[in-house]
């Protein structure tokens, strides 16, 4: 059959599908598990159960987040919980009603919700409240219920962080790690601004940063990075193994394709970039 003869003519060629996975192998893109941790501010359960459905295997977990899911209506919220869950990401409950439950002396009533309703674990701080705890007593109170808990370090009013301040932030993550928390959360609103790790412009200050890495590990950590700027520096200096939470759902795979060196921005670092095919290394 001569190359002019019209396509319906000529015989189909059978080709297996491609894997995705296969194909970003290929390309010296790493197979890195679950790192980041994206919130639902309260859309609606639809649009969380189609980005679930989107990108669930790249989500460390789903936080719940603020007091949305206490005020929406009971069911729905029922659902996304139940909807987390089924794709196998765990559910978590960000600090505020925590701490609210905490000041209103209702910490019980409020671990017996959370662990009825479905979650896995329950973010606590001390993020605009100063009532005194033991985090022995709360852990255990969790523990309980089949709860796990992460501990947010910062105050969502007090500023960044400073390096003389810095001391009794890590003394506090120490005693909530003692106690069993499973990781620590870095405070950075959905601002990133002013706060945590952030100066007022927004600009990352990587000393703070490198100390808390020092004093916990990566593995302990997740650093709230709710803005494009916040997400790209901390990428940009740790590499694609460091884990972020405040992720705006939306933006889940703009967060994945940067962190694998896929995205423009990234290529061109070599922390990120992919390794070239058949030299075995970045």
């Known amino acids: 059959m001569s190359p002019s003869e019209p396509a319906a003519q000529?015989?189909?060629?059978?080709?297996?599908?491609?894997?995705?996975?296969?194909?970003?192998?290929?390309?010296?893109?790493?197979?890195?598990?679950?790192l980041t941790v994206p919130f639902d501010p309260g859309v609606a359960p639809s649009l969380l159960e189609s980005h679930l459905a989107q990108s669930a295997h790249l989500m460390l977990g789903l936080k719940i987040s603020m007091a949305c899911w206490l005020i929406a209506e009971e069911s729905v919220t029922r659902r996304k919980v139940a909807a987390a869950r089924s794709a196998g990401v765990p559910a978590h409950t960000g600090g505020g009603p925590y701490e609210v439950a905490l000041a209103q002396g209702r910490l019980e009533a409020y671990l017996d919700l959370c662990a009825e309703v479905g979650f896995s674990s329950v973010e606590c701080g001390s993020g605009f409240t100063d009532t005194s705890v033991d985090p022995g007593r709360v852990v255990a109170a969790a523990a309980e219920r089949g709860l796990g808990v992460e501990y947010?370090?910062?105050?969502?009013?007090?500023?960044?962080?400073?390096?003389?301040?810095?001391?009794?932030?890590?003394?506090?993550?120490?005693?909530?790690?003692?106690?069993?928390?499973?990781?620590?959360?870095?405070?950075?609103?959905?601002?990133?601004?002013?706060?945590?790790?952030?100066?007022?412009?927004?600009?990352?200050?990587?000393?703070?940063?490198?100390?808390?890495?020092?004093?916990?590990?990566?593995?302990?950590?997740?650093?709230?990075?709710?803005?494009?700027?916040?997400?790209?520096?901390?990428l940009d200096h740790f590499g694609p193994q460091i884990r972020l939470s405040n992720v705006r759902l939306e933006e889940v795979l703009r967060v994945e394709i940067y962190r694998r060196g896929l995205h423009s921005d990234a290529f061109a670092n070599p922390k990120l970039r992919p390794r070239s095919p058949g030299t075995g290394g970045r």
């Open 152 to 234: 947010e370090l910062g105050k969502k009013h007090g500023g960044q962080f400073t390096a003389d301040a810095l001391g009794p932030v890590i003394e506090e993550g120490r005693r909530w790690l003692g106690a069993g928390a499973s990781r620590l959360v870095i405070e950075a609103r959905e601002s990133a601004a002013e706060v945590g790790l952030f100066d007022r412009e927004g600009r990352f200050d990587v000393a703070i940063a490198e100390a808390l890495v020092d004093a916990f590990g990566h593995e302990q950590l997740v650093f709230e990075a709710p803005t494009k700027p916040s997400q790209f520096a901390l």
């Open 10 to 34: 000529r015989p189909a060629v059978t080709r297996s599908p491609v894997s995705f996975r296969d194909y970003l192998r290929d390309l010296g893109v790493a197979d890195l598990p679950p």
